[in-house]
């Protein structure tokens, strides 16, 4: 077979794969619209698609995933480094040469009766400096449709590989050979051999027994984020878990905004925003990565990494997100949604009555007595950010956009104001180190809980989580930044029963308001132990509706046993970093508790 590279390294790695995994055949992939055709037919063929109708949504198809395998599995997931003390304690350690010896018995003729499709793709746009090279070989073609969507792929990536380049080797098996003659299932996964294994020094990425999201579409969180951060804090930039947003005030002042919020939260929402405000506007860059980089100006520069968006469907509607809506009218591929008797897609929270005769997310008619939603929780659609209507122009310019503000934030019921401005970079990282969240439906397990998820990088961070602290510290040494304020927000807070206190959605641009005032010197602040919150009649909150009874107070209040309980709960997360804590985060906790006890 003649491949479409000379790149040695390239060559010899599918050689190997080729060895080991024992597929059928190999398919060098194009990233052209004919081939995902192609694919796209043979997944209907077997049964994985199924296409929608041309007259609902056009050059669509929809798959339901094995019961076992819907979501990222955080319990699988391992940081391989070299040294365990480098994975830290919030991520899973394995030994690599431990690691790879046991994941290489599991790849052995685990292809067998499959084709083995090697997708050379890049992660930000062509001809960015900043864009990183990766070649994933993968069983599934489901995988290799997803990633033309995700990721850039095809000619441009073989000329930047050119013949000595180097990139993320990134494998994949579903694990799930096929005897000779043995029928193939509609989804195949291996949901009892689970591995997602990152090798930061090597930079590799070895993927087994899932076919799911960021389980299986590399260049997503494994490649852009895990290992990107390892590269990040060796090379003085920062990969996160942040949406890219543009905004334009009604004075037409321009502010670029990230917003990093655990999956789940309404990234995709936040970065798809239509103000309630008149007169603002809010342009999609990026809805789950962003890469940041020192500009030669001193400000931070982010670029999102991906060409497409695997978002959430329930809840997401003409009322919650009409831009997603209209994003994937066509060319989309949902999964785990439901679907209707005519062809289309359905979801929970979708707008209208829910139609009759549906099959629900697992292919079998849909039992409205059942209890259970029709649609899986995590259910996702894939499709290219271009065709968001609200896409930024310069969302694929190579050198990124500058960076006014970064948002964090979370669920949480209580506790947690509306919004808070760090006092300086160094309490933002304090804010950012000590984000809390109810666990959502995004990975496997309980849902509700509120956990500690730093940076929403938890499960994402592909290093000590403490170095990543210091590495975020680091940047306010450098006197020669200008560095973006940092804001942390709440659109989660709820009442005494039960009900969400603020609307969300579109009526979020009260707080992006509020926070370009500030940026522009036009807003007052009032300080509180937690930070600054707006100072009375700064916020607009003209007109908005909040929960029967509520008023700004119950929006920004800070309960004082809740906030002393907050302090020791951020004192034992604290305390699994040991002595690699950096000592500012000591000293900034030192100083909420003196402000706590006022
Ligand atoms: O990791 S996924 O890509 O499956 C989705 C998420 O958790 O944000
Ligand atoms: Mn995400």
Redo the contacts with the bound molecule.
């Keep these: 077979m003649t491949f479409p590279t000379k790149n040695k390294k390239l060559l010899d790695w599918v050689d190997e794969i080729t060895a080991l995994c024992e597929p059928e055949e190999v398919y060098f992939c194009n990233g052209s619209e004919e081939e995902f055709n192609q694919l796209a037919q043979q997944l209907v063929e077997k049964g994985t698609f199924k296409r929608l109708s041309d007259a609902k949504r056009p050059n669509s198809y929809w798959a339901h995933s094995d019961p076992k395998d819907v979501?990222?599995v955080e319990g699988r997931t391992f940081i391989c480094s070299e040294r365990e003390e480098d994975a830290g304690p919030t991520n899973n350690w394995s030994d690599p040469a431990e690691m790879k010896s046991t994941m290489t018995n599991l790849y052995r003729g685990s292809m067998r009766g499959r084709t083995m499709y090697v997708i050379p793709f890049m992660m930000g746009p062509v001809g960015s400096p900043f864009s990183l090279v990766g070649v994933e070989i993968t069983d599934s073609a489901y995988v290799v449709c997803n990633m033309r969507i995700m990721a850039t792929m095809g000619a441009p990536v073989l000329e930047a590989l050119g013949e000595d380049g180097d990139f993320v080797h990134s494998l994949h098996s579903v694990g799930s050979p096929l005897a000779e003659g043995q029928d193939d299932v509609a989804w195949p996964c291996n949901p009892d051999n689970i591995f997602i294994s990152h090798f930061p020094e090597t930079r590799e990425i070895w993927s087994f027994g899932s076919g799911?999201?960021?389980?299986a579409?590399l260049g997503?969180?494994c490649l852009a984020l895990r290992i990107a951060s390892v590269m990040a804090r060796d090379e003085g930039w920062l990969a996160e878990?942040m949406l890219l947003l543009k905004l334009t005030s009604p004075r037409g002042e321009v502010h670029y905004v990230t917003g990093a919020f655990p999956?789940?939260c309404g990234k995709t929402n936040l970065a798809m925003l239509v103000p309630t405000l008149p007169g603002w506007k809010v342009e999609t860059l990026g809805d789950?990565i962003c890469w940041l980089r020192v500009g030669e100006d001193g400000r931070l520069w982010g670029l999102n990494p991906e060409a497409g968006f695997?978002g959430v469907a329930p809840g997401t509607s003409y009322s919650t997100n009409p831009s997603a809506m209209e994003t994937f009218t066509s060319n989309t591929i949902f999964t785990n949604t439901a679907l209707t008797a005519d062809g289309d897609v359905w979801w929970e929270g979708m707008d209208g009555e829910r139609p009759d005769n549906l099959t629900d997310w697992t292919g079998k008619p849909y039992d409205p007595d059942s209890g259970k939603p029709a649609a899986h929780p995590?259910a996702?659609f894939t499709v290219s950010a271009a065709q968001c209507p609200q896409i930024a122009a310069e969302w694929q310019d190579p050198r990124g956009v500058p960076i006014s503000a970064m948002l964090f934030g979370g669920r949480r019921r209580t506790l947690a104001p509306l919004v808070t401005e760090a006092y300086s970079w160094e309490h933002g990282v304090f804010l950012g180190s000590t984000m809390a969240s109810e666990t959502t439906a995004?990975?496997v397990g309980a849902v509700g809980n509120l956990r500690r998820d730093p940076f929403a990088m938890l499960?994402f961070c592909g290093y000590h989580m403490a170095d990543y602290f210091g590495h975020w510290l680091k940047f306010a040494e450098r006197k020669d930044l200008k560095l973006p304020r940092v804001y942390l927000v709440n659109w989660f807070r709820k009442d005494e029963n039960n009900r969400f206190i603020w609307p969300g959605y579109g009526e979020n641009s009260r707080v992006l308001a509020w926070i370009v005032d500030r940026l522009e010197g036009r807003a007052d602040a009032q300080e509180t132990p937690l930070g600054l919150v707006p100072k009375a009649g700064e916020l607009d909150l003209d007109g908005v509706a909040l929960a029967p009874g509520a008023t700004k107070d119950s929006l920004f209040a800070i309960d004082r046993a809740d906030l002393l309980a907050e302090v020791e709960a951020i004192a034992s997360h604290y305390a699994q970093f040991g002595d690699r804590l950096p000592a500012r985060l000591a000293e900034e906790l030192s100083a909420l508790r003196a402000r706590a006890q006022v």
């Design positions: 979501a990222r799911y999201g960021g389980n579409l997503k969180k878990h999956s789940a789950d695997f995590n996702r995004a990975a499960p």
